[in-house]
């Protein structure tokens, strides 16, 4: 195919980038929804959210190549591509041809799955309004990614209002019965107005604004730098430590506070709280939500775990730059400053959801009809229910920690297709287990066996990963990458971290001492350690290849 015109060549572009993903994500999300009519209520669900996944996949694919993703987003330079500024074309084409196409693909894509395939499958979801909505955020995204910004990280501030303004919008239609074909065209007249805005930001950006004024703050920057007498960091570690809390460490909890508020803001303009007919009479109307709200800093760091052991989670590259690789800084030195970073943003991203909860939570109705959650924790709170409440927020806060540091491993290889590899075999292997689990719970006799014996089974897990980790460590000091002090320290820390874990546990948790050997053997498993010290030797081996 010849294009003909400067428009007509732009969305053939577009499409070369972006029809593979269209047809992979259709072909999985209807594979997983034929498969979900053939199977029972309790399966169907399962897969149903294979078959999400897979258009939440492909949805986050296609507008990362309509607004022309993968540039530095925290740069105040617009990502629209330089070599399209130049083209013989005025820039009302540049702008209206990648807009319209970016709109319509979108919305023709929930269109197609909404109403084709979940609703067969029994997932009746709306289908107007969504794809109204999106087309909308797409247009905004692409507003907001194109223009160049006097402040870095002026753009990504802009990206999160657009979503915090748009979502409820469609959301707020849905909850207060507004029409569907009302809703639909206010959203595509949102969505309009993201074109002059957008025409404004390209113009801007081909004569050249927020390329210089980068280049003059950089220059300030080095010569503040050069008249420095004394350096601000004591060791080379500790200069990649500020490095890693600088660039890297603020990102998951702004996201984490605008899906928190948007939900909360959902739930305050929704109806009073009813009962969910999914669960059982005895579970109050507000705990769904309140789940929902704990849910989210796990999902914000599941998904950007794996960027965590990136040099720079904002660029595309997963190789480490020369002049990090060969400064007089040791291999650990730089995981463990990856590690505390990693810390750092998990107890960021949980202070904020623990105040957005606390706020829902003093809310009226925020329990029941009748009720909010703060008067209903007053009237039956208790020292061990405290105590309990207590150690289930150290537990999320390590568990969301060991989601970072067990998936830093796979980034510091270095390797591209091991990014993509990995999670796919995980997520696959977890829905086997999950299939597993499901078939052996119908046959009754061999389910009581299992469960019976399961505390023997994590017990010999748990003695094989401790087994596995002692080698790697001992490992490492023998190739020099830990000295023989730090990792008999890092072995020691872990052993007495699982032990305080374990007896808080089995104090708290009067039902747990029972099967003290189950939950020492849980706790092994659950604080991370063997694939933090894998992550060195894969940063060794990529340091040298």
Known sequence: MIPHSPAASIVYSLWLRSRL??????????????????????????????????????????????????????????????????????????????????AAMVAIFWLILAAAAFRPAGLALPVFWPAGMVAAMVAWLQAASWAPYRVPFLRILMLLLVLAVLIPIGVAGQVHDLHPAAS?????????VAYPVALIGVSRARRGDGVSSGQTRAAKVVSVVRDRRRSRFTSPSAAQFWFDLVRNVWYPPAITLLVELVLVFTFIGGAKPRQNSFLPAW?????????????????????????FGKFDMWTKSVDFPPFLLTRPVSTAGIIGGKLRTAAVVTVLVWLITALVIVTHACLPHSFDAQHSWARVAARHATWRSASAMALVALLLIILTWGQISRSMWISVSGKKWLIHAFPTFAMLVWGALGWTGYRLHQNSTLWRGIVANVGLVLAVAAIIRVLLSSGLLLYLVRRSLLVPATALKIFSAWVVGCGVLCAAVLLVGEPLRHAPVAVIAVISLFVPLFRPALAVLLLHYNRHR
């Open 21 to 102: 993903i269209v047809g992979l994500s259709l072909a999985g999300t209807f594979a997983l929804c034929a498969v979900a009519m053939m199977l029972g209520p309790v399966p169907r669900v399962v897969v149903g959210m294979g078959a999400g996944i897979a258009f939440m996949s492909g949805l986050a694919l296609l507008i990362g190549v309509v607004t022309y993703g993968g540039a530095d987003l925290s740069s105040p330079e617009s990502v629209y591509p330089k070599h399209a500024m130049v083209f013989p074309a005025s820039t009302r084409t540049l702008v209206l041809a990648p807009m319209l196409y970016g």
């Open 184 to 192: 639909f065209a206010l959203s595509l007249l949102v969505g309009a």
């Open 283 to 307: 579970v109050p109307p507000g705990l769904p939500p309140l789940g929902i709200l704990l849910s989210v800093p796990m999902f914000v760091i599941a998904v950007h775990a794996i960027v």
